[in-house]
């Protein structure tokens, strides 16, 4: 069954970029109608929704992460990868990436365990 | 951004009590949203899509309703499982996508 598995450095440093990758198993990330999302939760917050990307490459950005935040497809290694540059402790939280259910207009259905990265000095 | 706003944020509740959640959109996204369940260190998982349909595997004690601006997710009768924080999440637009801050369920 398909499984997802975030993995990145847990400790960024401000003004840095923040670099995590997502491996899709069990199944191909080109699959058909198959979009791909990073979400992110500060400790002790809620949940927010970054951006997600299709096989083709389309990607779509929170519009106020945009200026910051590339996330990119590698069909050949079936993964997705997010970046996010100039952090600061804002950005502290637990990424998660995820897959939506069937289309980009749909929940999101199929999560990894979530990384931890630390945005500190 | 379409505000999604849940109530209670905290609900304290017993083994067998029916429990209900609500969400409010600041706009109508019709039956676009979806309810997640998460506990301590786990990612969520989606419970509910379309307002009121169940993903596959999701106990029947658990159901959705509403549409337009007001939505709500009830649990016919609280399990130890069930003990979880909820969010609502709107899909009606991906410009961005946004979750309700969440309804923790804790025991009475």
Redesign the interface.
């Known amino acids: 069954q398909l499984q997802l598995q975030e993995s990145g450095p847990g400790l960024v440093k401000p003004s840095e970029t923040l670099s995590l990758t997502c491996a899709v198993s069990g199944g191909s990330i080109t699959s058909s109608s198959s979009y791909w999302g990073w979400i992110r939760q500060p400790p002790g917050k ?4 970054i951006g ?1 990307i299709y096989y083709t490459g389309n990607t ?5 992460l945009t200026s910051r935040v590339t996330i990119s497809v590698d069909t050949s290694r079936n993964n997705f990868s997010l970046k996010l540059s100039s952090v600061t402790a804002a950005d502290t939280a637990v990424y ?1 990436c ?1 897959r939506h ?1 069937r289309g ?6 199929l ?4 990384t931890m990265v630390t945005v500190s000095s | 951004d379409i505000q999604m706003t849940q109530s209670p944020s905290t609900l304290s509740a017993s083994v067998g009590d029916r429990v209900t959640i609500s969400c409010r959109a600041s706009q109508s996204i019709a039956i676009w949203l979806a309810w997640y369940q998460q506990k301590p260190g786990k990612a969520p998982k989606l419970l509910i899509y379309e307002a009121s349909t169940l993903e596959g595997g999701v106990p029947s004690r658990f159901s959705g309703g509403g549409s337009g601006t007001e939505f709500t997710l009830t649990i016919s009768s609280l399990q130890p499982d069930d003990f979880a924080t909820y969010y609502c999440q709107q899909y009606n637009s991906y410009s961005p996508f946004t979750f309700g801050g969440g309804t923790k369920v804790e025991i009475k």
């Open positions: 809620g949940l927010e929704w997600s779509y950005y929170k519009p106020s998660y995820a259910r980009l207009s749909d929940p999101l259905h999560w990894g365990q979530g």
